[in-house]
């Protein structure tokens, strides 16, 4: 009973968490949506785990024709029969429906995403902590991106109908230059963070990734690829005489490089999309009438256009991974990474492992919905206008 409990434990979390949300949805409006949001995401999951092992069967090659094609590498003669007996030993022989059936609930039940015929290994053990370290570079990129554009962009919306100059009579002299002095820097501020942010739409990422290395090669440096240097790649974290710093200091020397890079598209759009959402709401009728009671200044902006354009932004934070994430693997392979999104390159052009493939976009999927799922559930629960929409009060 333990070992079937231990082989079927994402199963039991799924079922104990649908069966609490029921239990406090009878009772909650709140826990009622979110039951039906979590149900929606496992619809979702399930959806895109179809897509995509239909995705996958279309390549042309199986997993027995790979492995006897590696077979026969090695001196040994293939024939016809030993294809079609190592795709019955694999199952590929079935149907479809029966085949992507068998994949849901192997991954339903303990979590598994298959067997790559490229590692001759489990989807699993092949990712090991690739996935992980994508997830990361992905993470680092967003939270980069947003520091950066939220409040630059809002900078940018507030300063895009200010004049250069203080030329209000009503002010003195030194007020006036002082004001002069910080209008004159935040437009000139707006106007580099423009430059910026239509380079970062126009320049693709891998040509950023390229030009970088290129400015390391043509001043006699090495180009921070990888994650590591040569001299520390082999190195262990801790030797005799304790941790090595050094080590520590090599991998950030090399880890910045890919956050900048996928995180340089990520703002620019962002930039872009903070100052459009707050200039919409700061032309709208509830802050003429905050401005008619007498609020003014950066009191007004940080109630009410900014305070109400957090909420979109914050709802597109699954979306946002997923296109950063679409950027990762022709910047791995520009940087020399071996995560997960350098994996799915190999998997896709040069080995043809659909397996491999199909669980790696499924866990991005799954990252998605899920930060999609955590999004809704979180703004129902702050945003009055949300919950009002979705709850009825």
Known sequence: MTQFLAQTWLLWILLIAAGTLTLLGRTSQYFHYVRNRFLMALVGLLTVSLIVFSLMEVLPGDCAEKYIAYKSTQGETITQADIDAERARMGLDQPFAVRWGSWVANLTLNGDLGFSCAKRQPVNLALGDRFWLSFMFCIAGLMLSYLIAVPFGILSAYVLNKPWADRNPQHTTARRLLNTLGL??????????????????????????????????????????????????????????????????????????????IGWSATALQLQTVRALVVDESNKLYVDAARARGVRGLSLWARYPVRHSISPLFNSVGFDFQRVFNDLPIVAVVIGLTDAAALLIEALAMTNDQELAAGILFLVALVVISMNFITDIVLAAVDPRVRKSVLGH
Request: charge should be negative; hydrophobic fraction near 55%.
């Open 184 to 261: 004159g820097l935040a437009k000139a501020l707006d106007v580099v963070l423009r430059i910026i942010s239509y380079l970062g739409l126009a320049l693709p990422n891998f040509l950023l990734a390229l030009s970088i290395i290129l400015l390391y090669v043509f001043a006699g440096e090495s180009a921070p690829t990888g994650l590591f240097s040569d001299a520390w790649r082999n190195e262990p974290w801790f030797a005799e005489q304790g941790f090595q710093w050094g080590k520590l200091n090599d991998f950030l020397g090399h880890i910045w490089l890919p956050i900048f890079v």
